[in-house]
Every structure is written in structure tokens, then in C-alpha cells.
């Protein structure tokens, strides 16, 4: 069975695998999941990913969450452009998010970048979720 929204997918994951106080969420790989992953490694909100080939010639995700005195990193997480709605946005319509404790994933021309990197490089894209 395909999956209309694969990142939706991972995002919900994640949320479900901290609810759950799971050290390590699973998850099919792909590009964009993988440029997500990249991001929230960057900026502090995973501890770190792995991609792992399967015996079936498949690769997949394993994200290792991250904690703070035992409640998740991640207060709030949300997709924004969904595949029936796409959200675009332009360089001048970007605004911080949570006064810039937050940040929102953007998928520009120049790859996957969070909102701070697209306004210093002067560049727009779709919105895919935020991130508090």
C-alpha cells in the first residue's frame, strides 16, 4: 500500500515514539526524510539518525530522540505543507517562529534548510513543518 504523505509519516513518529519515551523511532528512508533528519540533527532537536539498509534491498531511518530531564526536546511538531496543500512561502513572508525558538523547515532550490539559513541566503520555498 503507498503512503500519500511519507514525511507526515515520519513526523508522526517521532511525536508518537516521545509520547511513548522510546529511545530510537524507525522509519523507511527517502531524501526528503533524510534531509528532515539532517536538520533536526543540526539543530539540536534529535540526538542523531542512521540510515540502515535492510536485507530486502530497503533502507531505513533509525532516529535516536532526545531528552531533557526526562521530557522530550521536541515540545511541538507539525507539518505544515501536506500534500493535498501546499504552503509556499517568500523570503519577505518568512517569520520567526516562537520569537526564534522555533525554527520551520524549508524545502528550497538550494535543499532542506531551516527558516533562519533561507533569510540569510535570501531565499524562499515550501514550508514542510515547525518545529518547537
Sequence with gaps: MSMSDPLGDMLTRIRNGQRAK???????ASGVRISVCNVLQEEGYIRSFNVVEQDNNKKEIQI?????EGQPVIRELK???????RMYSKINDLQPFHNGLGIKIISTPR??????????????GEVLCQVY
Design 22 to 28: 522510546l529511545a530510537v523511532v524507525n522509519c523507511p
Design 64 to 68: 535516536e530522540l532526545k531528552y531533557d
Design 79 to 85: 507539518r505544515i505543507s501536506k500534500p493535498g496543500c
Design 111 to 124: 535543499g532542506v534548510m531551516p527558516d533562519y539559513k533561507a533569510r540569510t541566503e535570501n531565499v524562499g
